[in-house]
């Protein structure tokens, strides 16, 4: 089936530390989301990306949209302890279609 | 904008019984909705889609008799979970997709549901 290797699994880092994540894919993708997801709670959708190379940025997050269109990359900026949480990237092909889901990023922050 | 609630938050019930679980884009109208499935420290799984006024499309080994979906309007698409067993309890999410020309759901809070 449809497959997005996301990395890292987990990540524990120190307050105030950037943080890197990325999703690759063997196949093209015409969407890129980035979601968090706290614990009991259902994801939250924090980057939506539709063109290749896109670069955006929503507060302390930035994403992009690869240039090949089989890869996407989360930057979060000077991390603080309300980051915590499962990150996801997901893929979608056509519109409407469904998403194809990342394993996810298990973030910690030591304060 | 973009909010999507299900109800209830959390179920318990005996095993033999059924459940429904409703999800409702509460500031915008959903052409399809999706349900998913995860399971603990695990991604999403999907288990159908379900668009308004059609039958829902399951995914490869998800039984339609099992899980009854019904999308009955722009906004509300229920989950029913029939004669639940212990190895169905589990955390379900739905997510709702707005009419126009982008991929984005936006996800209920999920249901945790037990069965005894």
Known sequence: ?111 | GAVVSQHPSWVICKSGTSVKIECRSLDFQATTMFWYRQFPKQSLMLMATSNEGSKATYEQGVEKDKFLINHASLTLSTLTVTSAHPEDSSFYICSARPSGPHNEQFFGPGTRLTVL
């Open chain 1, 1 to 111: 089936g449809q497959q997005l290797n996301q990395s890292p699994q987990s990540m524990f880092i120190q307050e105030g530390e950037d943080v890197s994540m990325n999703c690759t894919s063997s196949s093209i993708f015409n969407t890129w989301l980035w979601y968090k997801q706290d614990p009991g709670e259902g994801p939250v959708l924090l980057i939506a990306l539709y063109k290749a190379g896109e670069l955006t940025s929503n507060g302390r997050l930035t994403a992009q949209f690869g240039i090949t269109r089989k890869d996407s990359f989360l930057n979060i900026s000077a991390s603080i302890p309300s980051d915590v949480g499962i990150y996801f990237c997901a893929g979608g092909r056509e519109y409407g279609n469904k998403l194809v889901f990342g394993a996810g990023t298990i973030l910690r922050v030591k304060s």
